[in-house]
């Protein structure tokens, strides 16, 4: 009788292909992987497609009403009164600091927070404008920050939480018609509407 050893009960491996010798094909992670880096590369061309088109109003409108409740809740939080001022093409935040003169004669000074590193100074670029109007009256927006003059904040956010006055700002494209405006009222509620001029 035959018996059979070890060697000889071993079968073939499922890949050996008896016309070209091993198979090619691939495994179920090298599928995956290729996916996963398929669904990246449109996901980054969405977002350059999208920026392209709204030229990034919607983002930079969400960053600032979220930028807002948090100076907000952080003046209330602090007890600190905090400021805010608009550019053409931008904003920052500032803070009420209490300053000694040589003489040593104390007094509160309105300080842009530029060495914040959340609420540093926003520059959406030429591309983008604002438009601002504080208790219904339009606003001349200054180019940039003039360093002569005493700094003083356009809207103050309050230690009670409270923001005064009440103002809207609109964000837009620098040549186009249409943007967002964000409306804030005294107790800080922000509401955020697309429009058209």
């Not at 499922?14 to 094909?25: D, L, M, S, T, W």
């Amino acid at each position: 009788m035959h018996t059979m050893t070890r060697r000889h009960c071993r079968s073939r491996p499922a890949a050996v292909n008896k016309q070209f010798g091993f198979q090619q094909g691939f495994s179920l992670l090298e599928i995956m992987i290729v996916v996963v880096i398929v669904g990246i590369m449109i996901s980054l061309a969405t977002l350059s497609i999208g920026s392209v088109s709204d030229d990034g109003i919607d983002e930079h409108s969400r960053r600032f009403q979220i930028l807002l409740e948090l100076v907000t809740e952080e003046a209330g939080i602090r007890g600190r009164e905090l400021g805010l001022r608009f550019y053409q093409h931008g904003y920052e935040f500032s803070a009420q600091v209490l300053e000694v003169d040589e003489e040593g004669v104390s007094s509160w000074i309105w300080v842009p927070l530029g060495q914040d590193r959340l609420l540093k100074p926003r520059n959406f670029g030429e591309d983008i404008s604002l438009d601002l109007e504080i208790e219904g009256e339009e606003v001349t927006l200054e180019y940039e920050r003039d360093t002569e003059q005493t700094y003083v904040p356009q809207v103050y956010i309050l230690s009670s939480g409270d923001i005064a006055p009440a103002f809207m700002v609109r964000i837009r494209p620098t040549f186009a018609s249409d943007g967002i405006t964000l409306a804030v009222n005294e107790l800080g509620t922000v509401e955020m509407s697309r429009d058209e001029f």
